[in-house]
């Protein structure tokens, strides 16, 4: 059966294995196998492109979101999704304008400079929370 062959893999002729299809879709989904990684099963004579098999082209494996490594491999094709967190997301932008807010408040001269910062936060601030509540409703 041919959920039970064993898997390589092959980075700058360095070859690992053998591993067990889960472990290899994990190595996937954790992106420790890139878009230059090589792969064979035990019953195969070649090396090919991780996102060539057609094992992990198969439709069935594609997630909805689209979420891709550089380099074309496309991880709805692989089973790899990383959604991350919007909450983190969200924190990391506003914390971030709100240093350049503070350090626009400390170094700038004109009082208009300062007037636009104060604004493009508060801008900030009403779509961050309009996001936050339109990824709420999904």
Known sequence: MADDLKWFTKNNDEVK?????????????????GPKTQIRREDEPDFRLIGDHPVFN???QAPAANVAFSGGFDQRQHGAVIEGSMGLGFCAGFFGGCIGWILTEVLAKGYKTKQGARM??????????LFQLLSRSH
């Not at 936060?121 to 961050?128: D, Y």
């Open 17 to 33: 294995g053998p591993f067990g299809d889960e472990a290899l879709r994990g190595s996937v989904a954790a992106g420790r196998l």
């Open 58 to 60: 198969e439709p069935a």
């Open 120 to 129: 493009g936060v508060a801008i900030q601030f009403g779509i961050g929370v």
